[in-house]
């Protein structure tokens, strides 16, 4: 499970979040993964930008710091495109398209992951 708070509001998000933290499981992430996320999450350390190469479906992107703040989102990011190093971010994690909205996530929020 996955909790998002700020000094006003703790939130959980009810998603199975995977850990990639080996280097082949960081290598592979979701490519070639045919079915989209469902209620589940890959959470990627150390990880500071990603690309959508061989992707099969859009995600929303979390950028988190090494204190687990958010630093930078991304919704609905689509196949074959490509995220830039985000300078504060240490790891990332990957959601399914809506996730952000739908739970208000914010930058400067802390997760409990």
Not at 17 to 42: C, N, S, V, Y
Not at 43 to 72: E, L
Not at 93 to 105: A, M, R, T, W, Y
Request: with cysteine; glycine share 4%; aromatic share 10%.
């Amino acid at each position: 499970m996955l909790m998002a708070s700020n000094k006003d509001l703790d939130k959980t998000i009810p998603y199975k979040i995977k850990k990639a933290d080996k280097f082949a499981t960081r290598l592979k992430g979701l490519m070639f993964r045919k079915r989209p996320l469902d209620q589940e999450g890959l959470w990627i350390i150390p990880c500071n930008s990603i690309h959508m190469c061989f992707m099969n479906f859009p995600i929303d992107v979390v950028f988190i710091s090494k204190n687990k703040k958010i630093v930078k989102l991304i919704n609905n990011l689509q196949p074959w495109k490509f995220v830039a190093p985000v300078s504060d971010a240490y790891s990332v994690l990957e959601l399914p398209v809506g996730v952000i909205e739908k739970f208000k996530l914010e930058v400067g929020q802390i997760l409990d992951l």
